[in-house]
């Protein structure tokens, strides 16, 4: 779109939406959110299942705000899920500060992490992609390191000496859940959104309009990390011991969360959610039943929603429906 006057008159009478249908879309994400955590184990007991239900609905609501918005695909966006329980662990054992502390410590130090990274902000594309790639890689290897083994525990994993039951960890990750889930609404119906959304579609035009389309990523940058920092120390102390593979894993908190965000529609506030329920319980039936094939039924998955489905569940909703997503 070429600037022009008009043009930036019109952006700025676009930011001024009213928020008006927030109260009523917030039914749509929370009645669903409260059915799985609350009734969802009354069928099911296995309070794990539900519990990384809940960590993956967080995860894919974060990468939402940076992918989903603003457009910047981070390969190695688990990094902060893991920070986060790594510094969470470390605080308890080290420190030995209350646990609910450590939680926020956890998602302080993972947007700590998206700051000194953030100059990669001004990469875009492929490039981005792969340099958020290799600084997961890079932290994996420095958290697994021997020498630093008194710290991290290095190979031999992490213990965590003090820990919630895991009846108010639940409660806990469905309350992150949740309050991830309105965040997102909040974003959707708001200025700084509608900010993110125009950026994503023209970022040369927008900042002629006046808007520091820098400063925008670094905010939505911050608030998705700190997000998946504090679920990663939620996570950290559910299982209260873990390997440094098991946070860093590259399959589960990165590119199935990709996955989950592109099925149900990325940019929306029902896409996330839509896309972690189904695909979770896909996931775990094959996961189960067929192990071996998991990989390629989601390698299969990802070319089907590139060529036949590139907006998503919600994507196809919103040409069958007068709703807005």
Known sequence: MEYSEGNCVKYESFLNVSLSRAGKD????????????????????????????????ISTNALNIVYGYTGYLPFGFGLFLAFGAYLASMSINLIHIPVALSIIIGGLSSVLLSLVFSPLLRLSGAYFAIASLATFESLYY????????????GPYGISVHAAFTPNIDYYAIAAVAVMSSLI????????????LKAMNDDRHSVEMCGVNSHRFRTY??????????????????????????????LTEFSVLVIIFLIFGGRGTYLGPLIGSVVLFIVYQEVTLNYPNYSLLVFGILIVGL????????????????????
């Open 26 to 57: 917030a039914l749509k994400t929370l009645v669903p959110l409260l059915a799985i955590f609350l009734i969802g184990p009354l069928f099911y007991t296995n309070q794990f299942f539900f519990f990384l239900m809940g960590v993956l609905i």
């Open 184 to 195: 997102i609404l909040y974003i959707h119906h708001s200025n700084f959104g509608l900010a």
């Open 220 to 249: 939505a940058w911050i608030i998705s990390t700190f997000l998946v920092g504090v679920t990663g120390g939620l996570y950290a102390i559910y299982l209260g011991f873990f390997y440094p593979s098991g946070v860093f894993d």
């Open 306 to 325: 590139i060529l036949f489905m590139p907006n998503g569940v919600v994507g196809i909703l919103k040409k069958n429906t007068k709703e807005v997503f």
């Open 142 to 153: 420095i958290m697994s390191n021997l020498s630093l083994a008194s710290y991290t525990g």
